[in-house]
């Protein structure tokens, strides 16, 4: 088992930033992919971004290609999303997820573990 904790999110104005983190506790020895998708009110779970054990790969959903950066420290156990230039319609609750196998997708049923989410609102 995997448990996952995001922090990091709040109120910010569009153009601003926020830095999300994803911490993992329990089974972390194994590789594991880690991604973060998003929720807004009335709207399906969206795929925001990606990254492979290494960090060597990563996958970004074109609405926040070039705004949006994940990182990971393995050493930490923490994945993180730096996002910069924020826009209204960005605002959505966000969830870190765990993929064993360490093997990158969009595909949000395909991730084995998920946090609980952290809200991020986007005023304009």
């Known amino acids: 088992q995997v448990q996952l904790v995001e922090s990091g999110g709040g109120l910010v104005q569009a153009g601003g930033s926020l830095r999300l983190s994803c911490a993992a506790s329990?089974?972390?020895?194994?590789?594991?992919?880690m991604a973060w998708f998003r929720q807004a009110p009335g709207k399906e779970r969206q795929f925001v971004t990606a990254?492979?054990?290494?960090?060597?790969?990563?996958n970004y959903a074109d609405s926040v290609k070039g705004r949006f950066t994940i990182s990971r420290d393995n050493a930490k156990n923490t994945v993180y999303l730096q996002m910069n230039s924020l826009k209204p319609e960005d605002t959505a609750v966000y969830y870190c997820?765990?993929?064993?196998?360490?093997?990158?997708?969009?595909?949000?049923?395909?991730?084995?573990?998920w946090g609980q989410g952290t809200q991020v609102t986007v005023s304009s």
């Open positions: 990254i492979n054990w290494s960090g060597s790969n990563t």
């Open positions: 329990g089974r972390t020895s194994s590789n594991y992919a």
């Open positions: 997820a765990a993929r064993r196998g360490g093997i990158v997708t969009i595909m949000w049923s395909l991730y084995d573990y």
